[in-house]
């Protein structure tokens, strides 16, 4: 699957890196998991599925593209995402590999938008980064 540059800010991992606190901060603002490592954390540079071989020794873009999908690691990480941040990671990855990523990124617009002004909901602070109008979720 080739990645899109409208794509470029959904991890390998399934994250929508455009509504993480990271990324929204105006502070040391993360680039996203695919951007440039000098400004990120260091948590982030050693991510350990980033860093996965299926993503070093090939084309691969996606954790669906691996044979071991899903694996323990993104399982755990998945499991985490769903009880804190209401959002499943391999859920976004099969939405992903089934209907398509613009759909996808569609979908992900149309969720994380601030009903009150229009701006971004952060899913991990789960309220507007502009208005601070909390979540519905």
């Known amino acids: 699957m080739e990645i899109s540059e409208n ?26 998991c695919r951007g440039p490592d000098d400004k990120k954390s260091i948590s982030r540079i050693k991510c350990k599925i980033k860093r996965c071989g299926t993503f070093q020794d090939s084309e691969s873009h996606f954790c669906f593209e691996c044979d071991s999908f899903p694996c323990a690691r993104l399982k755990r990480l998945d499991k985490r995402y769903r009880d804190k941040y209401y959002t499943s990671l391999v859920g976004n990855l099969k939405t992903i590999q089934e209907s398509g990523i613009e759909l996808f990124l569609q979908n992900e617009k149309s969720k994380w938008i601030c009903s009150k002004c229009g701006g971004t909901i952060c899913m991990h602070e789960g309220y507007c980064y502009s208005c601070k109008e909390p979540y519905e979720k």
């Not at 959904?10 to 606190?21: D, E, Q």
Request: glycine residues 8%.
């Open 7 to 32: 794509a470029f800010l959904i991890a390998p991992c399934g994250i929508n890196c455009s509504v993480c606190m990271a990324y929204l901060r105006e502070k040391n603002k993360c680039p996203g």
